[in-house]
């Protein structure tokens, strides 16, 4: 059974610092990695994705994340954080092999709060 | 920009009643999918529906729930006998490919 652990509950940062949410997954196969942020009263937002290539993957609002292989890790990161970033994010998996409509796989969850 | 939709924003019902909820899939995705999340817990994936039939489904999606695309637009989710438990936000999601896309969500109290 595939599954996500997002081992921070909460990440602390202050504006303009870089930040990084971690997440790590376990699939029997290959995986599909996605990163979702979620803010208040409202429906997840994607952000980017990792299917195959290169392991730095760029996605919306200034956000990459960068797949591990070996430490089975796809930490989300950014240079500079904005106030405007504090939300809850979601990493996520899914199975390559089990076929384009199967289910994603989330973590619990990491709120990233920055400050002034 | 394509968004997902989902009806009603938020659905209070008695115990033992039946809701549906109500999703339009942006127009050219193929894959439909549920999900529901407990205040304060995270998103659990419900049933996909591909090609008119469920593709998979999780243990929570038991006989009191159902899907269908009743018009060729709409994606419903029906819960035939609602419980306490049942309360949360519930998703829509569609995809073409890869990335699944989300509606607002519906917040389903059930007193």
């Known amino acids: 059974a595939q599954s996500v652990a997002q081992p921070e509950d909460q990440v602390n940062v202050a504006e303009g610092n870089p930040l990084t949410v971690k997440c790590t997954y376990s699939v029997s196969g290959n995986p599909y990695l996605f990163w979702y942020v979620q803010y208040p009263n409202r429906g997840l937002q994607f952000l980017l994705k990792?299917?195959?290539?290169?392991?730095l993957v760029k996605g919306s609002y200034g956000f990459e994340a960068e797949f591990n292989k070996s430490q089975t890790s796809f930490h989300l990161k950014k240079p500079s954080a904005l106030v405007s970033d504090s939300a809850l994010y979601f990493c996520?998996?899914?199975?390559?092999?089990?076929?384009?409509?199967?289910?994603?796989?989330f973590g619990t969850g990491t709120r990233l709060q920055v400050t002034l | 920009e394509p968004e997902v939709t989902q009806t009603p924003s938020h659905q209070v019902t008695q115990m033992g009643q039946e809701v549906i909820l109500r999703c339009v899939p942006i127009s050219n995705h193929l894959y439909f999918y549920w999900y529901r999340q407990i205040l304060g817990q995270k998103v659990e994936f419900l049933v996909s529906f591909y090609n008119n039939e469920i593709s998979e489904k999780s243990e929570i999606f038991d006989d009191q729930f159902s899907v269908e695309r009743p018009d060729g637009s709409n994606f419903t989710l029906k819960i035939r006998s609602t419980k306490l438990e049942d309360s949360a936000m519930y998703f829509c999601a569609t995809s073409e490919r890869d990335e699944q896309f989300f509606g607002p969500g519906t917040r389903l109290t059930v007193l």
């Open positions: 996520a998996v899914r199975d390559i092999y089990t076929g384009t409509a199967s289910k994603l796989t």
């Open positions: 990792y299917i195959t290539g290169d392991n």
